[in-house]
């Protein structure tokens, strides 16, 4: 593959999705860059599953408060406003249907809208954690992800074939080759790389890629 986004340029184009005002919960690892680039002028409030709400960047290393930390256990600050509660109120808050957005990191997205992004096989983590509430919690659920995995097999799937997280729930899916929704239990194509054709992005891609209309080009800054 001889053109791709990189980590950062995803995360900068998921991040323009987010509408103001929004409340976010951002997955651990790749998906917590999305906060780096939230758009100008617009507020978002961003959850962690361990009882912070109103959290703000990473603070300069060597200024850490390690009581303050989110669910990946990074660092973080608190902006004007922010509020601390227990475990159980911050899992109440995301069932009971109270964030408006969640981002997440997957294994597989199957064009039904399953996500994989727990285990793969006898490797994984212990139990698949807050991501089965969040993917069926927040209103909307978006993957951000590699469109291929490092030795070239799928990561959009017409099903997955890894342990599921959660079923039906992803709506839209920001790789580092298109963006992609999910609608009737298809993969519709939104935008792709510039200079990059529906047939090479179909070959990379494990179920069909549908188009509706108009197809934009996927265009980031140097991030």
Not at 54 to 60: E, I, L, R, S, T
Not at 140 to 152: N, S
Request: net charge negative; hydrophobic share 40%.
């Amino acid at each position: 593959m001889s053109m791709k986004l990189t980590n950062a340029q995803i995360a900068w184009r998921a991040a323009q999705d987010i509408e103001d005002g929004a409340y976010v919960n951002l997955g651990i690892g790749f998906p917590e860059m999305v906060a780096k680039f939230q758009a100008p002028g617009r507020h978002v409030t961003y959850h962690t599953e361990n009882g912070v709400l109103g959290f703000g960047d990473a603070p300069p290393e060597g200024e850490e408060d390690w009581d303050l930390i989110n669910a990946g256990k990074k660092a973080i600050t608190l902006k004007p406003g922010a509020s601390f509660f227990h475990h159980a109120d911050s899992f109440a808050m995301v069932r009971g249907g109270h964030l408006d957005v969640a981002i997440l990191g997957a294994l597989q997205v199957a064009q039904n809208g399953d996500l994989a992004n727990w285990r793969v096989g006898s490797k994984g983590v212990p139990a698949v954690g807050g991501a089965m509430d969040l993917v069926h919690g927040a209103k909307r659920v978006a993957v951000i992800t590699e469109h291929v995995t490092k030795d070239g097999k799928f990561k959009l799937v017409d099903e997955c074939t890894f342990p599921l997280t959660g079923v039906n729930c992803i709506t839209r899916v920001y790789t580092s080759l298109a963006v992609v929704d999910i609608s009737d239990s298809r993969f519709v194509l939104r935008e792709k790389l510039p200079g990059m054709s529906l047939e090479e992005l179909q070959s990379f891609t494990g179920a069909p890629l549908h188009v509706e209309g108009d197809v934009g080009e996927l265009e980031v800054p140097e991030v």
